[in-house]
Nanobody
Framework: QVQFVESGGGLVQPGGSLRLSCAASLSTFSIRAMGWYRQAPGKQRELVARISSGGVTNYKDSVTGRFTISRDNAKNTIYLQMNSLKPEDTAVYLC?????????WGQGTQVTVSS
């Protein structure tokens, strides 16, 4: 059964940084595009960043220049480096393949940006 395990979230002040990790037990990881998603209270889940199997990246406009997605195929892991965090970045961050299929979501990791 495929599992996604996210980690690295926490409470950070505005302007701070966090690095999220997502370990995927996915046998086809290296050939799959992957994405970081987030869901804030009362809002729909949204795609924040994605990375192709070849390392091509794409970002939501509001995080461009602040977030960086990367992957390590040897570890079946993707990362999200988040800098210059803003209160509106507060959400549960989750990873999954891109585009999303029927694969089950993980628990996610909470990111709270507050002074």
């Amino acid at each position: 059964q495929v599992q996604f395990v996210e980690s690295g979230g926490g409470l950070v002040q505005p302007g701070g940084s966090l690095r999220l990790s997502c370990a995927a037990s996915l046998s086809t990881f290296s050939i799959r595009a992957m994405g970081w998603y987030r869901q804030a209270p009362g809002k729909q889940r949204e795609l924040v960043a994605r990375i192709s199997s070849g390392g091509v990246t794409n970002y939501k406009d509001s995080v461009t220049g602040r977030f960086t997605i990367s992957r390590d195929n040897a570890k079946n892991t993707i990362y999200l480096q988040m800098n210059s965090l803003k209160p509106e970045d507060t959400a549960v961050y989750l990873c999954n393949v891109f585009p999303v299929t029927s694969l089950k979501w993980g628990q996610g990791t909470q990111v709270t940006v507050s002074s």
